[in-house]
């Protein structure tokens, strides 16, 4: 296979480049797009007109440098052993082979997807999507040879991408209604993905019946798939192992294999914890789910959200503490199918803790969101300053006041002096904004104090002897 009659070059050692907004000569996607895909299908050999690359809309050299334009990629595929069934798997291998790309960043996937293109390779000659259509085709026939023929869409334009566009959430929603009546405790096999690792080195997503991709383009059913039609590729067979916590999902077999995956950074996970042993996060994650110290609750936000969440930071601000495959208490990249998981967060309670989402996310996930905790959670439209949530929580008589209550008789019960009985406490203390923090774990300890300072020393400040 060569790329030698294309303008730039084309291999994985540019996966993970990055182009910042200065160096791109156009944008396709992205959070300023409302619609946008990519979709991949499974046709009829008859259907395919082999290495085809359409344009509908404006073509690169039609653009305005620095602008943002909508874009669906739809690649249609032909072969004897292709299956419907792997079409989501083929589908979340178009952001590997873009990142390929010299001058191309990919990231997110589906109804998230993002694409910039630099300058420099405007500049040297890469001026239409055919030269990406092309690049396509010839990794997808060469990475993966049950793929025999392909053809490529690009849509271009609101009213180009608007039908298609929702025949793409429609196979995206049959995807997933598939995926929900699998559980963990009915499978022996858990799969793993590092298809983001050239963005976030030592995370390993972890792919369970109960725990979709944090992408939300991977089911435990396109995970099974892909394992088995590429053995050696980015997604791969997780034995469980030994199961040392089935309520917190923690695994011998999990742990082994993340360890090994991230280069020993990540060595103990629990798969239905967002506190204690989180599972990290990639760069591609649907949705992040937020702690929120003031309430003690929890909060969902989404890419698409566009303004500060209640804890009034935005999407982007977290997006960059939560992902690089940190593993970082009480911030989680989540997929927005994983709120339809019975397991969802159950450690910390799972929905009784979840006091505000966006709008978007309920309204799409309403019907499959526990009844009983459905109109319990705000919304931007209900609450938008922090400073109003305790109040309409109370009001709602959301759960998660009695825990308020139960942390005031405690504290109470502490003020007249009684000992904290011998064990192991745990604090969590977050950092400006909420954002980060460490956590302080006191073992076998038994204290007694009138009074705790914690106080941060600025550097190149003395201390007063």
Not at 186 to 198: E, I, K, P, R
Not at 206 to 213: F, G, K, L, N, Y
Not at 336 to 363: N, T
Request: net charge negative.
């Amino acid at each position: 296979m060569s790329f030698s009659d294309l303008p730039v070059e084309v291999g994985p050692v540019y996966e993970g480049e990055r182009i910042r907004a200065k160096q791109m000569y156009v944008e396709l996607g992205g959070p300023k797009i409302e619609k946008k895909f990519e979709l991949v299908r499974v046709k009829d050999p008859k259907e395919i007109k082999d290495g085809d690359v359409k344009i509908v809309g404006p073509d690169l050299s039609d653009m305005e440098e620095g602008k943002s334009y909508p874009i669906g990629i739809l690649v249609e595929t032909a072969g004897p052993e292709l299956e419907v069934d792997i079409e989501a798997v083929l589908e979340r291998r178009i952001h590997e082979f873009c990142n390929f790309v010299n001058g191309i960043m990919h990231l997110n996937q589906r109804y998230t997807n993002w694409l910039r293109l630099s300058k420099k390779a405007y500049q040297d000659g890469f001026n239409s999507l055919k030269f990406l259509g092309t690049i396509l085709i010839r990794l997808y026939k060469a990475e993966l040879p049950i793929v025999k023929q392909a053809q490529v869409t690009f849509y271009t334009t609101i009213d180009a991408i608007a039908k298609p566009y929702e025949e793409a959430m429609k196979i995206y929603d049959q995807r997933d209604e598939r995926a929900r009546g699998l559980h963990d405790e009915n499978v022996d096999m858990f799969y793993g993905c590092v298809l983001c690792q050239s963005f976030a080195p030592s995370h390993c997503c972890c792919i369970t019946p109960d725990r979709t991709s944090s992408c939300g383009s991977i089911s435990w059913f396109d995970a099974r798939a892909a394992a088995k039609v590429d053995p050696k590729g980015p997604i791969f067979e997780i034995p469980p192992g030994e199961c040392l916590d089935d309520f917190a999902g923690e695994y011998t077999g999990v742990n082994e294999t993340l360890k090994k995956r991230s280069l020993g950074e990540v060595d103990r996970i629990w798969i239905y914890s967002s506190m204690t042993n989180p599972h990290t996060s990639c760069g591609c994650f649907e949705a992040i789910y937020f702690y929120i110290p003031e309430v003690d609750g929890f909060g969902i936000v989404d890419r698409g959200f566009d303004g500060p969440a209640i804890n009034g930071l935005p999407f982007s601000a977290m997006a960059n503490q939560t992902g690089g495959g940190k593993q970082l208490p009480g911030f989680n990249g989540i997929s927005v199918q994983y709120l339809a998981s019975p397991k969802f967060q159950q450690v910390e309670g799972g929905f009784s803790r979840c006091v505000w989402m966006v709008s978007s996310i309920k309204d799409r996930m309403y019907d499959l969101l526990p009844e009983e905790w459905r109109d319990l959670m705000a919304t931007e439209k209900e609450v938008d300053e922090l400073s109003k949530l305790r109040d309409w929580l109370r009001e709602k008589n959301h759960p998660i006041v009695e825990r308020w209550e139960e942390e005031e008789e405690e504290e109470e019960w502490e003020e007249e002096g009684a000992m904290i009985p011998a064990g192991t406490q745990t604090m969590m203390i977050p950092g400006a904004g909420g954002i980060g923090g460490f956590k302080v774990t006191l073992i076998n300890c038994k204290i007694h104090a009138e009074k705790v300072i914690i106080q941060k020393l600025e550097r190149g400040k003395k201390k007063k002897k």
